[in-house]
């Protein structure tokens, strides 16, 4: 029971919808019909500035640490924080207050690996940096830092093999909400920040 109630605590957390919030509040618009229609912070970046797109970077990162901290704390083992950090995940991804169309879900990612695996999260988040300023393309930084997490969890010494999962399952479901951003790479269409 309380394994359960943790898990929907990292949905609910995860479900918080920063990135429309803060531009709402700070811009009036709906950050969902202006740039890429994302909530996240590349959009939130684009629409309002670096600014409110670095403050959402990290709130969307707290959102996946904060529960899955509290996870490891009530339940020490590695399978429940695992399971809290990807409802806080798909949280992000499929929010019931947006009709559960949501973002991309890179930094709440990162947020749950900075707890779960966090070798694989700096691995991730120094690729991510190293390929944005050399490209400019946000979504091949989050896609390769992805990969290169995958292989940090698995070769690297340390990472609980529920951790290694999780970060495999991550990425996969990156996969997926990038599948608009690959089609574009391939198309040669995939906007620079």
Do not use: C
């Not at 009036?28 to 403050?55: C, F, H, M, Q, W």
């Amino acid at each position: 029971m309380i394994a359960a109630g943790l898990v929907l605590l990292g949905y609910l957390s995860g479900s918080i919808p920063f990135g429309l919030l803060l531009v709402r509040a700070t811009q009036g618009v709906d950050v969902r019909e202006r740039g890429s229609g994302n909530i996240g912070a590349t959009n939130v970046a684009r629409v309002a500035g670096k600014p409110l797109g670095v403050l959402v970077l990290v709130l969307d990162a707290l959102k996946g640490a904060l529960p899955v901290l509290l996870a490891r704390a009530v339940e020490p083992g590695p399978v429940v924080p695992a399971a809290v950090g990807l409802a806080a995940f798909a949280g992000h991804v499929a929010p019931p207050w947006l009709g559960f169309r949501g973002g991309k879900g890179v930094a709440t990612a990162l947020g749950v690996l900075a707890v779960l695996a966090p070798r694989a999260a700096l691995a991730g988040a120094l690729t991510y940096g190293v390929v944005l300023a050399l490209w400019r393309i946000s979504s091949v930084g989050s896609l390769l830092a992805g990969l290169v997490a995958v292989a940090v969890a698995w070769l690297v010494p340390g990472t609980s093999v529920a951790s290694a999962g999780l970060v495999s399952v991550l990425f996969a479901a990156m996969l997926w909400t990038h599948r608009g951003n690959i089609g574009r790479l391939l198309r040669r269409g995939e906007p620079r920040v």
